[in-house]
């Protein structure tokens, strides 16, 4: 099982930046595939990026796409979520997710979770 703790979150305004951080633990990190997902009230969980185990391969959500950066750290066993350009709408508790050797954005082919971290992004 892999241990997944978030942070970065916080309260922002509309046009600015945070940068969410995941750092990883319990299985060889090197080998995980990581995902950034996010759910608002009373919607679903959806799918932010991914980024394959190398950091070769990256992919986004069209609504994110060319606002946010996923990368990661095989040293630091931590993978990043760069935001910028922030908008209400991306208000959101943000987590990270991981599995094994394949990236995939269904939210249902993660089995390891973080906890979540929150952003608020004010207009």
């Known amino acids: 099982q892999v241990q997944l703790v978030e942070s970065g979150g916080g309260l922002v305004q509309a046009g600015g930046s945070l940068r969410l951080s995941c750092a990883a633990s319990g299985r060889t990190f090197s080998n995980l595939a990581m995902g950034w997902f996010r759910q608002a009230p009373g919607k679903e969980r959806e799918f932010v990026a991914t980024?394959?185990?190398?950091?070769?391969?990256?992919s986004y959500a069209d609504s994110v796409k060319g606002r946010f950066t996923i990368s990661r750290d095989n040293a630091k066993n931590t993978v990043y979520l760069q935001m910028n350009t922030l908008k209400p709408e991306d208000t959101a508790v943000y987590y990270c997710a991981a599995r094994p050797l394949v990236v995939s954005t269904a939210p249902h082919d993660y089995p390891d979770w973080g906890q979540g971290t929150q952003v608020t992004v004010s207009s």
């Open positions: 980024i394959s185990r190398s950091g070769g391969s990256t």
